[in-house]
Every structure is written in structure tokens, then in C-alpha cells.
T-cell receptor
Framework: QKEVEQDPGPLSVPEGAIVSLNCTYS??????FMWYRQYSRKGPELLMY????GNKEDGRFTAQVDKSSKYISLFIRDSQPSDSATYLC????????????FGAGTRLFVKA | EPEVTQTPSHQVTQMGQEVILRCVPI?????FYWYRQILGQKVEFLVS????????KSEIFDDQFSVERPDGSNFTLKIRSTKLEDSAMYFC?????????????????FGEGSRLTVL
């Protein structure tokens, strides 16, 4: 079983739609959960960071972490064509210098 | 806003040559990392570095790879004898000091990457 599983997509939605992205993981030691956005041939850009379980909202983005189910989600409201990118989930525990493990990334296309 | 900077942005080298990729992490960060992303594939952990030593390294990080923090600002990745399969984007990342609160201690910030092409 992979440590972090993420459906690579692609996911295509119309402008204005609510987008739901998610990841599952197997390592119960993970405590720090992140979502990154990556444009082609660019570095990952941190979108959301959550410590342990719970929800966090920032503008059109909401991150949810359910540690009991080992499941994390990112919701994008009122999606825009500029949201078209690859979204990476990432997580780490307290060991290995807080080594962060990434999912495969989901490619999102928002059509105007 | 503070950022992680990497040089060069793109390097082309011949197989067997040595390559050094350079990074300047965010100034008050204490944990440093190198990641690799082969075109079209996932971001893969290479190595973590804290307090002037390697904390953990992956299977990819074999004897051909080394890291160094030669001064107070730079963090380098050296590949001693490059292979064709080393062609990838290499990302440097850093994170703040680990504290007792959950505030921002887990956040990992990336540079724009160095694209390495081995011919």
C-alpha cells in the first residue's frame, strides 16, 4: 500500500463549479497536512496547511483532515480557469527531519 | 515575502559529469530538503537536513549524491557522476523551526526548481 494515494485525474469542471480533491494515507504518524498547487515546470506553491484533524478555510479554499479515516480533502468554491493546475497533497510526521511525502497530484482543468 | 531561491534554473550536462545545484533557504528556517520530480511524475523526497547533518535520506539518495551547507545561507546538492536518469527538476525546500504549537511549524516552502538535463 502506498503511503499517500491521490487520484491523478485529470478532472475537468466548468467555471464556477465546486471542486473536491482528496487523498488517503496509511501512516498514522502523519500530523501535518498540506495542499500545494503546481503549474507546469514550476515549484509547488503552498495553498493550505493543517495541523492534525479539522477544517481550515482560506478564501475559496477549504481543507479538511479526518485522521480517524486517514483522509484529507481540498474544496475549491467558485472555481476559475486560473485554478487549472496540478494539486498535490502532502503530509509529514515528526520523524526523519519532518520528511514530507507527496501524493501523485491531481490535474484540474476549469473550463471557461 | 521571504522565498527559497535556487540556481541555476536550468543546467545541461554530459553523463558522468559532476553537478552542483544551489539553494538559499528562507533565512530563519532550520530544516532543509531536496526533492526531485521527473517530468510527468510525482514529487519524490531525496534528503532532509537539520543541524548540519542528514536527518533522513531516500533510496534514491545513493553515494552519488551529497548535500552541504557550506555557510550560513547556502544549501547545495551535488551529484558526483550524473546518469541519464538523473534528468529531472530538483526542488529545494525549507521549513521553520519546530515549536510546541501547531502554528506554522509544519509548513514546507519550495523554490522554483533547477531543471537538470543529462545528455
Amino acid at each position: 500500500q502506498k503511503e499517500v494515494e491521490q487520484d491523478p485525474g485529470p478532472l475537468s469542471v466548468p467555471e464556477g463549479a465546486i471542486v473536491s480533491l482528496n487523498c488517503t494515507y496509511s501512516n498514522s504518524a502523519f500530523q501535518y497536512f498540506m495542499w500545494y498547487r503546481q503549474y507546469s515546470r514550476k515549484g509547488p506553491e503552498l495553498l493550505m496547511y493543517t495541523y492534525s484533524s479539522g477544517n481550515k478555510e482560506d478564501g475559496r479554499f477549504t481543507a479538511q483532515v479526518d485522521k480517524s479515516s486517514k483522509y484529507i480533502s481540498l474544496f475549491i468554491r467558485d472555481s476559475q480557469p486560473s485554478d487549472s493546475a496540478t494539486y498535490l497533497c502532502a503530509m509529514s510526521g515528526n520523524t526523519g527531519g519532518f520528511k514530507t511525502i507527496f501524493g501523485a497530484g491531481t490535474r484540474l482543468f476549469v473550463k471557461a | 515575502e521571504p522565498e527559497v531561491t535556487q540556481t541555476p534554473s536550468h543546467q545541461v550536462t554530459q553523463m558522468g559529469q559532476e553537478v552542483i545545484l544551489r539553494c538559499v533557504p528562507i533565512s530563519n528556517h532550520l530544516y532543509f530538503y531536496w526533492y526531485r520530480q521527473i517530468l510527468g511524475q510525482k514529487v519524490e523526497f531525496l534528503v532532509s537536513f537539520y543541524n548540519n547533518e542528514i536527518s533522513e535520506k531516500s533510496e534514491i539518495f545513493d553515494d552519488q549524491f551529497s548535500v552541504e551547507r557550506p555557510d550560513g545561507s547556502n544549501f547545495t546538492l551535488k551529484i558526483r557522476s550524473t546518469k541519464l536518469e538523473d534528468s529531472a527538476m530538483y526542488f529545494c525546500a525549507s521549513r521553520p523551526r519546530q515549536g510546541r504549537t501547531s502554528s506554522n511549524t509544519g509548513e514546507l516552502f519550495f523554490g522554483e526548481g533547477s531543471r537538470l538535463t543529462v545528455l
